[in-house]
Every structure is written in structure tokens, then in C-alpha cells.
């Protein structure tokens, strides 16, 4: 069901240039996490607003305000394994400084938008919203974990005609920034490959 609604635009379509006036990212890097690679940071760059919301001190150069996100394991989070399974766990640490977990940074942006159905108090709110009837070590339904698409995404030539490869170890924001993963052959193989350099992050840069 992550999928564009009422008109709205897929991923694809947001980060062409001069596509959007304001952008809220939430804890991803457009340059390493989109399939447009820099050519989406550099679209980004025609917003008159770019919010990003990251446990990194992350998009900098394109970034207009930068909102501490817990990691998260400093927050209570839920999951679905691949069996359909629902798991859920309570944080290991506290968040550091101001950050917050996601539901709480979300919850305050709704209220100051005004926006209903946001009123939560707390995390099993928002998992009883999201999943009702199913309890934790449930399993949730087949077609509510369905991505099965409803319509054909229209991609950018550039990008249709320039696949990313990546290694494993090139997939988020935590991996990117770990020395030791990106000291292993995997991680060579996937930049010999033509995947994306690590980020350059000066230390310490990472959680906010």
C-alpha cells in the first residue's frame, strides 16, 4: 500500500528537476539511495525547502533543516519477518541529545499541521493503528504485505539507462558509514563492480 495516492507522485517523479517546492526526507540520502543517484540530490537542489529527518548529519548541501531522528534501536520498533511474522522490541538505549524516535517526530509535525488521525500517545498506538487485530508474534495478513503494483512507474531515461550497482555493504546510512564493512571484499567487489563510492563522512559525523 506505499504507494502513490490521490494524485500524488512516485519516487521517480518527485526527484525529476523542478518537480517539487518543498521535500521532507526521511532518513535517506538521494544521492546513494535512489536509483537516480546524484542526478536526484542535484534536483533536490531546485526546492525552495528540503527537510531531512536522519540519525546523520546527513544532505547538508541540500538540506534547509536537519531533524534528529533516533536509530532504531533507541526507540520501541516493530517488524515483519519473511515469514509474515510481526516482532516487536523495546529500545536498548535512550536517543542521545534531542533526537526522538520516529512516531513522536512524525506525531508533532501532524499536530502542527493540523493534520487528524496523528494523535498518538504512544508506540503500541501507532502499531495498533497500522496493523489492527494482529499481536505481537501474529502473523499479518498475505495481501497486506502485498507491493504488488497498481499502475506501471515511469522512470527517467537517464535513469532507466544507468542502473546502480552497489555492494551489500552500500545499502544504508548505518553500512555506508562502518569502516570495517567497507574494508571487506564485498565491499571492493561492489565498487569494482561500478557501485557507489562509500560516504565521505568526516569523523565524528555519525548520529546525531
Not at 508506540?123 to 503494483?149: C, D
Request: hydrophobic residues 50%; neutral net charge; charged residues 10%.
Amino acid at each position: 500500500g506505499a504507494q502513490a495516492q490521490q494524485g500524488g507522485l512516485n519516487a521517480a517523479a518527485m526527484l525529476a528537476p523542478g518537480a517539487l517546492k518543498a521535500a521532507l526526507l526521511w532518513n535517506t540520502e538521494p544521492a546513494f539511495d535512489s536509483a537516480a543517484g546524484p542526478a536526484a540530490q542535484a534536483a533536490l537542489n531546485s526546492a525552495e525547502m528540503v527537510v531531512t529527518i536522519s540519525p546523520f548529519k546527513a544532505n547538508l548541501d541540500i538540506s534547509d533543516v536537519l531533524l534528529p531522528l533516533a536509530p532504531f534501536t533507541e526507540g520501541p520498533c516493530s517488524f515483519v519477518n519473511a515469514e509474515g511474522r510481526l516482532q516487536s522490541a523495546h529500545a536498548v538505549v535512550r536517543p542521545l541529545g534531542q533526537a526522538r524516535p520516529g512516531w513522536k517526530v512524525l506525531r508533532v509535525l501532524a499536530d502542527l499541521l493540523g493534520l487528524p488521525g496523528m494523535a498518538f500517545d504512544a508506540a503500541p498506538e501507532v502499531l495498533a493503528a497500522a496493523l489492527p487485530g494482529v499481536a505481537a508474534g501474529g502473523i499479518v495478513p498475505a495481501n497486506r504485505l502485498s507491493n504488488a503494483p497498481v499502475g506501471v512507474a515511469t522512470w527517467p531515461q537517464s535513469v532507466a539507462a544507468n542502473p546502480c550497482v552497489a555492494s551489500i555493504y552500500q545499502l544504508d546510512g548505518f553500512v555506508r558509514r562502518a569502516t570495517a564493512l567497507q574494508l571487506t571484499a564485498d565491499a571492493r567487489a561492489g565498487a569494482a563492480a561500478g557501485g557507489s563510492a562509500p560516504v565521505a563522512v568526516k569523523q565524528p559525523q555519525g548520529v546525531v
